[in-house]
């Protein structure tokens, strides 16, 4: 992640977290870059849910094997 990230919480508890992903799939040596947000509810002083929405084209970009 790199520094442009954020944090919130909303008025019902829920935490909004925004970013940015950055890094280079192992797979098939392809660097991928991403934002991100995060959706987090802590129940009981643990995450009881995540939910998260990212670009997941950039991710298949950088994961699919490379066609010919």
Do not use: C, K, N
């Not at 992903?21 to 797979?27: I, L, Q």
């Amino acid at each position: 992640m790199s520094d442009d990230q954020g944090v919130r919480q909303s008025t019902d508890g829920t935490i909004v977290v925004t970013g940015h992903y950055r890094g280079t799939a192992r797979a098939t040596g392809r660097a991928y870059e991403a934002e991100f947000v995060h959706l987090w509810r802590v129940t009981d002083g643990r995450i009881s849910w995540l939910h998260q929405y990212t670009d997941t084209v950039r991710w298949h970009q950088a994961l699919a094997p490379a066609t010919g």
